[in-house]
Nanobody, 121 residues
Framework: QVQLQESGPGLVKPSQTLSLTCTVS??????????WSWIRQPPGKGLEWIGY???????YYSPSLKSRTSISRDTSKNQFTLQLSSVTPEDTAVYYC?????????????WGQGTQVTVSS
């Protein structure tokens, strides 16, 4: 069974770039026909989709975050990364990485445990 693990700094200063990495085991990020996504949950709010990268390397971003978001991958390490620039305290959230089949919701059981990121000076 595929396993995902988020890693990165838990505290980021305003205006800086948030960088998180998702390390995948038990499956390749190039396996047809999956996508690998980033999702976040701000305190007291629901889940918010950030974007994803597909098995072929194509990327798609939430329109509301597109101007600040970049998702890339390192196939040699079986990892994909999130970069969110110009962060503000409103970007404080638990960040998750997750896998899903193209055209469908992320698969239950194919989520990382989440990592708390706080934006504060």
């Amino acid at each position: 069974q595929v396993q995902l693990q988020e890693s990165g700094p838990g505290l980021v200063k305003p205006s800086q770039t948030l960088s998180l990495t998702c390390t995948v085991s038990g499956g390749s990020i190039t396996t047809n026909y999956y996508y690998w996504s980033w999702i976040r949950q701000p305190p007291g709010k629901g889940l918010e989709w950030i974007g994803y990268i597909t098995y072929s390397g194509s990327t798609y971003y939430s329109p509301s975050l597109k101007s600040r978001t970049s998702i890339s991958r390192d196939t040699s390490k079986n990892q994909f990364t999130l970069q969110l620039s110009s962060v503000t305290p409103e970007d404080t959230a638990v960040y998750y990485c997750a896998r899903g089949p193209v055209g469908y919701e992320p698969t239950p059981g194919s989520w990382g445990q989440g990592t708390q990121v706080t934006v504060s000076s």
